[in-house]
T-cell receptor, first 113, second 112 residues
Framework: GENVEQHPSTLSVQEGDSAVIKCTYSDSASNYFPWYKQELGKGPQLIIDIRSNVGEKKDQRIAVTLNKTAKHFSLHITETQPEDSAVYFCAASPNQAGTALIFGKGTTLSVSS | DVKVTQSSRYLVKRTGEKVFLECVQDMDHENMFWYRQDPGLGLRLIYFSYDVKMKEKGDIPEGYSVSREKKERFSLILESASTNQTSMYLC???????????FGAGTRLSVL
């Protein structure tokens, strides 16, 4: 089955710097790769996702890149702000009804002002 | 907006008790999921259901069962709670067309 590795487990940056979180996956059949943000006391919320037919997707300060050959994808946050501090999870899934998302172990991002 | 509602934010139970965690979604999603979240271990899938009365074991089903009698409700059952089941439990439902999962706020369960 699918296995997702996520690095780093913790990341501390100064406000205004960029942050990069990387994930690798094992199942070449996976074709959907979402990123979730979990703030303290809340459930994870989808912030961006990418499907295997594109290599990069951007939404304001957040971007995700995908390299299907190498089986890795990354989250890039530019101009970080204190409110970006949270736990971020990557996930991978084949796009089928009978399968579930497999999550990485999460990255705790701390943005200090 | 999609809403996934978990019936309790915090629960304290005794060892050996039968525990029910309830989850309701309001978007007519076929798929629903139960995850367990522990520090350093991320989100681990316990069970999922791809339709009413259907269920599949996830990665850590031992000690748990589930019930899906109606499309909007997915229940997680701890038959005999143990201290190692103290954790945060997250429910999710999935919009099939876009393969997007929506999560509830979580239930923090303590078993004493």
């Amino acid at each position: 089955g699918e296995n997702v590795e996520q690095h780093p487990s913790t990341l501390s940056v100064q406000e205004g710097d960029s942050a990069v979180i990387k994930c690798t996956y094992s199942d070449s059949a996976s074709n959907y790769f979402p990123w979730y943000k979990q703030e303290l006391g809340k459930g994870p919320q989808l912030i961006i996702d990418i499907r295997s037919n594109v290599g990069e997707k951007k939404d304001q300060r957040i971007a995700v890149t995908l390299n299907k050959t190498a089986k890795h994808f990354s989250l890039h946050i530019t101009e970080t702000q204190p409110e970006d501090s949270a736990v971020y999870f990557c996930a991978a899934s084949p796009n089928q009804a009978g399968t579930a998302l497999i999550f990485g172990k999460g990255t705790t991002l701390s943005v200090s002002s | 907006d999609v809403k996934v509602t978990q019936s309790s934010r915090y629960l304290v139970k005794r060892t050996g008790e039968k525990v029910f965690l309830e989850c309701v979604q309001d978007m007519d999603h076929e798929n629903m999921f139960w995850y367990r979240q522990d520090p350093g271990l991320g989100l681990r899938l316990i069970y999922f259901s791809y339709d009413v009365k259907m269920k599949e074991k996830g990665d850590i089903p031992e000690g748990y069962s589930v019930s899906r009698e109606k499309k909007e409700r997915f229940s997680l059952i701890l038959e005999s709670a143990s201290t190692n089941q103290t954790s945060m439990y997250l429910c999710a439902s999935r919009e099939l067309a876009k393969n997007i999962q929506y999560f509830g706020a979580g239930t923090r369960l303590s078993v004493l």
